[in-house]
């Protein structure tokens, strides 16, 4: 009866394209240690964006689009 795969599937919208198909995803799994421009914050992290998270609300920059 139940043919519908348990789960959330959420992070496969991609799975049914051919790999040269979809978009490519960089791997965070390295983090770096960063100075937020604004506040000065010293903090680590796998983004591409320097600012800090409070500073990021605050500025009210965009959310960081994956690449
Ligand atoms: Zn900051």
């Keep these: 009866m139940a043919d519908k795969k348990a789960g959330c599937s959420c992070g496969d919208i991609w799975k049914d394209l051919p790999p040269e198909l979809r ?22 992290t796998n983004r591409k964006t320097d600012y800090c998270f409070d500073c990021e609300k605050k500025l009210g920059l965009p959310p960081e689009l994956p690449a």
């Design 23 to 44: 978009p490519k995803l960089k791997k965070p799994s390295l983090t770096r240690e960063t100075t937020c421009p604004n506040c000065g914050k010293v903090f680590y």
